[in-house]
Nanobody
Framework: QVQLVESGGGLVQAGDSLRLSCAAS????????MGWYRQAPGKEREFVAR????????YYTDSVKGRFTVSKDNAKNTMYLQMNSLESEDTAIYYC?????????WGKGTLVTVSS
């Protein structure tokens, strides 16, 4: 199994920046892909960004391209999400997800609130 713990959320103003972290533990050698998802109040969970754990190729949903950057530190088993130029529409609970050779795992989320 893999355990995921997100951190870094908080209350910021529109235009501010925030960096989220997702620390993985357990059988991290089985991780293939890690990603960020978010769920805004009253909405379904949606994909934000993901990164190939071995190679580093990243993908983004259109609404965050140019503003968010996903990165990783394999030595620390940690994935990051640098969020710049935050907008009120970015307000959501942000979840970390790991796709491994043996299953898919989710963190419990961290809340990001952007005030306009």
């Amino acid at each position: 199994q893999v355990q995921l713990v997100e951190s870094g959320g908080g209350l910021v103003q529109a235009g501010d920046s925030l960096r989220l972290s997702c620390a993985a533990s357990g059988r991290t050698m089985n991780i293939v892909l890690m990603g960020w998802y978010r769920q805004a109040p009253g909405k379904e969970r949606e994909f934000v960004a993901r990164i190939v754990w071995g190679g580093g190729t990243s993908y983004y949903t259109d609404s965050v391209k140019g503003r968010f950057t996903v990165s990783k530190d394999n030595a620390k088993n940690t994935m990051y999400l640098q969020m710049n130029s935050l907008e009120s529409e970015d307000t959501a609970i942000y979840y970390c997800k790991a796709d491994t050779t043996t299953g898919t795992y989710w963190g419990k989320g961290t809340l990001v609130t952007v005030s306009s």
